[in-house]
């Protein structure tokens, strides 16, 4: 599914508020002058007010299922396939069905679904 490729300054929210951020830019593709991220490195989230929380007060003993949001990555089979770069697909507006969040408390990890709300530009589409 063809999207706009993601940028560094991408916004990607979980499903409670907490912003997630690409942590490694890769050095060969830049749109508009903002490099895109690898793909393949967790993204940290940051502010997550799930149960509650707030990001000035540390995490206490949580309930099952009110756990916070601390790490994200995005599934291989939502990468591009098309456009590439140094053999591995980026991330476009379209990947955003495929993130993992993972929390401290469950053991597996549940899969909770993070938006894209804006993918960093609007000029350059990858499939």
């Given at each position: 599914?063809?999207?706009?490729?993601?940028?560094?300054?991408?916004?990607?929210?979980?499903?409670?508020?907490?912003?997630?951020?690409?942590?490694?830019?890769?050095?060969?593709?830049?749109v508009?002058?903002v490099?895109?991220?690898?793909?393949?490195?967790?993204?940290?989230?940051?502010?997550?007010?799930?149960?509650?929380?707030?990001?000035?007060?540390?995490?206490?003993?949580?309930?099952?299922?009110?756990?916070?949001?601390?790490?994200?990555?995005?599934l291989?089979?939502?990468?591009?396939?098309?456009?590439?770069?140094?053999?591995?697909g980026?991330?476009?507006?379209?990947?955003?069905?495929?993130?993992?969040?993972?929390?401290p408390?469950?053991?597996?990890?549940?899969?909770?679904?993070?938006?894209?709300?804006?993918a960093?530009?609007?000029r350059?589409?990858?499939?």
């Amino acid at each position: 599914m063809p999207g706009f490729l993601l940028t560094m300054s991408a916004v990607v929210i979980c499903s409670h508020g907490g912003k997630a951020s690409a942590t490694a830019p890769n050095p060969r593709v830049k749109v508009m002058g903002v490099p895109v991220p690898i793909p393949s490195p967790p993204w940290p989230i940051a502010g997550c007010m799930a149960a509650g929380m707030t990001t000035s007060v540390p995490p206490v003993p949580i309930p099952p299922g009110g756990s916070p949001c601390i790490m994200s990555t995005f599934l291989p089979p939502t990468f591009t396939m098309r456009v590439k770069s140094m053999g591995q697909g980026l991330l476009c507006f379209s990947s955003s069905t495929g993130p993992t969040v993972i929390t401290p408390t469950q053991m597996p990890p549940m899969p909770k679904p993070l938006t894209i709300t804006f993918a960093g530009q609007v000029r350059v589409k990858a499939m």
